[in-house]
């Protein structure tokens, strides 16, 4: 989109369709591209507002009694909330938190309850969780345009990627001077309005690539099939590793007697490392449970692990290796999309990186307008004093 000061004024036609490329993908993506950086850097924060709007109902003070189990805390949430669907029971190690049910109404809109485990009484229930469901899909597209805005938001990720590599390009410059080095590493902030936008898009864009690159591969990866299937194929796995545990379940026996959802809990708890545990509620024919474990369950990431368990006996389904490790790189992959890896600071890099992302197709169109106008201005002057010297002879 823009012509380096260290660039020579000659450019071979490489570098011309490289600056084509860079200013015409950039123009036809932008706006998508500002949605998914800005959707997408909301989405970092969601499980910190989600805790955050349940305010105090996240602790509760430690009674000398029994727990209830799951299976009555659910059925207490069920009384309650009669217009609700429950599909998720959440619970911890530390004694002084509450329990969290995850559930939706008939519309499809999800909340979140805390409950206290040891009188079932419900706490609080949030809608932050529909809330950052809606963002998710605006990030993806899938909201309001469904399969057409996803598939729209595949392309522009493909163009903002090339755009990241083309614009390094541009950036580069053909020498390596004091005054170069100066002009591609620091903003001018006393100079013209021109100069300043102009540094803006240059040098965060520069400082951003690394992380820019990695948000949008991963992206990539988590959207579109086919980079998804190549990248298992390349790590040894196999992609929809879900699935192959869902279909993997023992068949039904009526003869048997299910174990209780706490023999579940508590073997998983019992694991150093396990915080949370996490637990999808089965329906009443369902011979398996899913599982998370970890030290923490986020809305869509984890530092833990994914689980089939077997409700006869409560103990986990055995799967290949293959699946574990497909488990491993999806679980991998969505922590480093969505800064869920080095606490705070891959949140905060992931933040800036986004903004960053999001504030380039604004910089770069008006380093485009602003030429473009002034190329207006000067064919606009070169009329005028070409009309006024035929006036004048």
Same mark, same amino acid.
């Given at each position: ?315 986990? #389904? ?19 999309? #969505? ?55």
């Amino acid at each position: 989109m823009n012509t380096h000061p260290g660039k020579t004024k000659r450019q071979s036609w490489l570098s011309r369709l490289n600056s084509w490329l860079h200013l015409w993908l950039g123009i036809s993506s932008g706006i998508v591209v500002i949605v998914v950086a800005l959707t997408g850097t909301l989405f970092v924060y969601c499980d910190d507002i989600i805790d955050a709007m349940a305010g105090k109902a996240r602790y509760i003070t430690v009674k000398n009694e029994r727990k209830l189990s799951p299976e009555e805390l659910i059925a207490a949430f069920n009384r309650e909330h009669p217009q609700l669907k429950a599909f998720s029971f959440q619970t911890y190690k530390d004694p002084s938190r509450s329990a969290r049910i995850g559930a939706a109404d008939k519309a499809g809109h999800f909340s979140f309850t805390w409950m206290d485990p040891y009188s079932g009484q419900s706490l609080t229930t949030s809608g932050a969780y529909y809330f950052f469901y809606v963002v998710a899909h605006v990030h993806s597209g899938e909201m309001p345009f469904g399969k057409t805005g996803n598939l729209i938001v595949q392309i522009a990720t493909w163009i903002f990627l090339i755009e990241l590599i083309t614009g390094l390009i541009l950036w580069w410059p053909s020498r390596w001077t004091p005054a170069t080095r100066k002009q591609s590493f620091r903003i001018k902030w006393n100079a013209s309005f021109k100069r300043v936008n102009y540094d803006l898009h240059n040098v965060p864009g520069f400082y951003s690539l690394l992380p820019a690159l990695m948000l949008t591969i991963t992206g990539l990866i988590i959207i579109n099939d086919t980079v998804k299937s190549a990248t298992h194929q390349l790590l040894g796995s196999k992609p929809d590793a879900f699935k192959t545990m869902r279909s993997k379940t023992p068949p039904y026996d009526s003869s048997k007697q299910f174990v209780p959802l706490v023999n579940i809990v508590d073997d998983l708890l019992k694991d150093p490392a396990t915080r949370q545990v996490r637990l999808s509620i089965p329906k009443d024919s369902a011979t398996a449970v899913l599982a998370m474990a970890g030290r923490e369950l986020g809305l869509k990431a984890m530092d833990g692990r994914m689980l089939m368990v077997n409700r006869y006996d409560g103990r986990e #389904i055995p799967f290949p290796e293959t699946i574990h490790r497909s488990l491993r790189i999806d679980g991998m992959n969505m922590n480093i999309h #969505i800064g869920f890896w080095g606490g705070w600071v891959g949140k905060i890099i992931t933040t800036i990186a986004g903004l960053i992302c999001a504030t380039l197709p604004i910089t770069g169109f008006l380093i485009w307008w602003g030429r473009k106008k002034s190329k207006k201005n000067q064919r606009t002057a070169t009329s005028s004093f070409i009309t006024h010297t035929a006036s004048v002879s």
